[in-house]
């Protein structure tokens, strides 16, 4: 089926730390990926997108590649922030706007 | 501010009652969808629209019901309400193509 399946949390790291969240996703096609995240409190808001092989989305120093023959979009950070403490989702669409479909979600952490 | 708005933010029902969720954008947003967000399970479509005069079920319709009258609003409707139900609800909506969503800042809901 049609699914985007990512690593569970919580993750913990300290400042400055690299950060990887996996995210494989299962769809019949070539799906839109993206990456959202939800402060808390807060209603999601998009980070990162990519619509096809090989395209790296980035934003706010997070990036993540669309890697098609692993069928994965890995979000990384080279040094994180208190401030990047979070809930990140990886999500896909199908081509012609259909509804995305969220992973579970990953709880990061920083502590300084 | 532009952007996608959700009242109320809080409510508390007692099993049985009903109410109606409302979600209003002002971007001219053709789509529209009704998430709801519960630990560990991420976010599940509950049902969504394509445009005025039109909804489709998601994952998780069941309990629920939706129009759109008008293709600024949709409206989520809990006939009557079960503890189940208790969750935080996320309304988005997004244009043409694939440019992700704009989500408003949740309705988180207690069923009691």
């Known amino acids: 089926g049609n699914s985007v399946t990512q690593m569970e949390g919580p993750v913990t790291l300290s400042e400055e730390a690299f950060l990887t969240i996996n995210c494989t996703y299962t769809?019949?096609?070539?799906?839109?990926l993206f990456w959202y995240v939800q402060y808390p409190g807060e209603g999601l808001q998009l980070l990162l997108k990519?619509?096809?092989?090989?395209d790296k989305g980035s934003n706010k120093g997070f990036e993540a590649t669309y890697r098609k023959e692993t069928t994965s979009f890995h979000l990384e950070k080279g040094s994180v922030q208190v401030s990047d403490s979070a809930v990140y989702f990886c999500?896909?669409?199908?081509?012609?706007?259909?509804?995305?479909?969220f992973g579970k979600g990953t709880r990061l952490s920083v502590i300084a | 501010n532009a952007g996608v708005t959700q009242t109320p933010k809080f409510r508390v029902l007692k099993t049985g009652q009903s109410m109606t969720l409302l979600c209003a954008q002002d971007?001219?947003?053709?789509?529209m969808y009704w998430y709801r967000q519960d630990p560990g399970m991420g976010l599940r479509l509950i049902h969504y629209?394509?445009?005025?005069?039109?909804?489709a079920k998601g994952e998780v319709p069941d309990g629920y019901n939706v129009s759109r009258l008008k293709k600024q609003n949709f409206l989520l409707g809990l006939e009557s309400a079960a503890p189940s139900q208790t969750s935080v609800y996320f309304c988005?909506?997004?244009?043409?193509?694939?440019?992700?969503?704009?989500f408003g800042s949740g309705t988180r809901l207690t069923v009691v």
């Open positions: 988005a909506s997004s244009g043409q193509g694939l440019y992700g969503y704009t």
């Open positions: 769809a019949t096609g070539y799906p839109s």
């Open positions: 990519a619509t096809k092989a090989d």
């Open positions: 999500a896909r669409a199908i081509q012609g706007n259909t509804p995305l479909v």
């Open positions: 971007m001219n947003h053709e789509y």
């Open positions: 629209s394509v445009g005025e005069g039109t909804t």
